[in-house]
T-cell receptor, first 115, second 115 residues
């Protein structure tokens, strides 16, 4: 158990809908990362937050947004869902922003299926 | 542009033998980090090892070591004394620290450890 929790584990929804994925980092970790893993695109980095502020942005679509709250949990919002958004969404946390301390602890992932 | 290449889609190794998983990268950023992750068939993602571009010594974590050859832009993962539990997908990734802090992942190598 990495100490990172993600809810829900599975989510099935329809095209055009909006969903929210939630991530709670390990106790004390300030940095949260979001990744998408799909058969088509492989693993992609979406976005990173550090202590409530956006730190780095990857291949995140404009239909997607994220935030990190004062209690350090993070939410990833996916809207106007398309079939191609079906994927495994991972959250990871680490103690610091980057540099030498780059160990990340991953949650179990949320499997999103868009029908 | 960032790029990660893993040329071995699948590898087999005998239990207790050592195995090297190849990873080459391309970047123009002098400051970057290289990561290896493991994904067993159960689906969770596990961080294994990190190497910074300015690190003088190769990173090691238990049975994992990273053979970092900067001039050749390679960052091969060496697993010593393979165990059945090492059977998994292995992903190499790179993060540029000056150019947007994006992560880029390779396509992965599926390692099968034979008894």
């Amino acid at each position: 158990d990495s100490g990172v929790t993600q809810t829900p584990k599975h989510l099935i929804t329809a095209t055009g809908q909006r969903v929210t994925l939630r991530c709670s980092p390990r106790s004390g970790d300030l940095s949260v990362y979001w990744y998408q893993q799909s058969l088509d695109q492989g693993l992609q980095f979406l976005i990173q937050y550090y202590n409530g502020e956006e730190r780095a942005k990857g291949n995140i679509l404009e239909r997607f947004s994220a935030q990190q709250f004062p209690d350090l949990h993070s939410e990833l919002n996916l809207s106007s869902l398309e079939l191609g958004d079906s994927a495994l969404y991972f959250c990871a946390s680490s103690p610091r922003v980057g540099g030498a301390d780059n160990e990340q602890f991953f949650g179990p992932g949320t499997r999103l299926t868009v029908l | 542009a960032q790029k990660i290449t893993q040329t071995q889609p699948g590898m087999f190794v005998q239990e207790k033998e050592a195995v090297t998983l190849d990873c080459t990268y391309d970047t123009s950023d002098p400051s970057y980090g290289l990561f290896w992750y493991k994904q067993p068939s159960s689906g969770e993602m596990i961080f294994l090892i990190y190497q910074g571009s300015y690190d003088q010594q190769n990173a090691t974590e238990g049975r994992y070591s990273l053979n970092f050859q900067k001039a050749r832009k390679s960052a091969n993962l060496v697993i010593s004394a393979s165990q059945l539990g090492d059977s998994a997908m292995y992903f190499c990734a790179m993060r540029e620290f000056n150019y947007g802090q994006n992560f880029v992942f390779g396509p992965g190598t599926r390692l099968s450890v034979l008894p």
